[in-house]
């Protein structure tokens, strides 16, 4: 999975429909699951973990966020949402519409004011979750489209960073679920 390589002109052109559409299918059709890249380098995922925080304090909506991470990263199960190693992980904070069903399936657009919301994401690259010494990267803006099933999630997204650079990716498969 690599970002296009048709010329700095046709990736400018890409980039901006993306995030000016709000993104659909066919704009992320082709990513290779449980990875994600920044620029053109690639980096996995093998986990993952559904965080619920409960209904938003305005009363509108809910509160989910999604932790994405490399093998290196421990994630404690045990009610508490500690994360230990260094590895690759990828945040996002979602807001979506109340559901019984937990997180609902559809296209989460940046600062979106329909029900489902692209809240923040942020991209550690080797960093170390015990010390806290590294920086994440930040997102200005992005989509994340959601899929849920029999087996699990599938999860695919478009970030572009403060600094410019784009970073995508997906994972499919269970969330491990937790409360925040």
């Known amino acids: 999975m690599k970002i296009l390589r048709g010329g700095l002109g046709t990736f400018i052109f890409s980039i901006g429909l993306v995030f000016a559409s709000g993104c659909n299918d066919d704009e992320l ?5 449980d990875t ?3 620029e053109e ?10 965080i619920d925080y409960g209904i938003n304090p305005d ?11 490399s093998e290196d ?3 404690a199960v ?25 997180l609902a399936a559809g296209d989460y657009s940046w600062d979106s004011p329909e ?16 010390s806290g010494d590294n920086e994440a990267l930040i997102a200005e803006r992005g989509v994340v489209l959601i899929d849920t099933g029999d087996e699990g999630y599938s999860i695919r997204f478009v970030m572009q960073l403060n ?7 997906a994972y499919s498969g269970l969330l491990e679920e937790m409360q925040g």
């Not at 059709?29 to 699951?33: A, D, I, M, T």
């Open 59 to 69: 009363g509108e909506g809910h509160d989910y966020d999604i932790f994405l991470a």
């Open 29 to 33: 059709k082709g990513l290779v699951p």
């Open 41 to 50: 380098e690639d980096y996995k995922l093998s986990k993952g973990v559904l």
């Open 78 to 102: 045990d009610g508490e949402s500690d994360f230990l190693g260094k590895g690759d992980a990828i945040y996002l904070d979602l807001s979506t519409a109340m559901t019984e069903q937990g």
């Open 163 to 169: 600094d410019g650079k784009v970073v995508k990716g």
């Open 73 to 75: 990263i421990r994630i």
């Open 115 to 130: 029900s489902n919301s692209f809240v923040e994401g942020l991209i550690y690259l080797d960093f170390d979750f015990e």
């Open 36 to 38: 994600f890249s920044v």
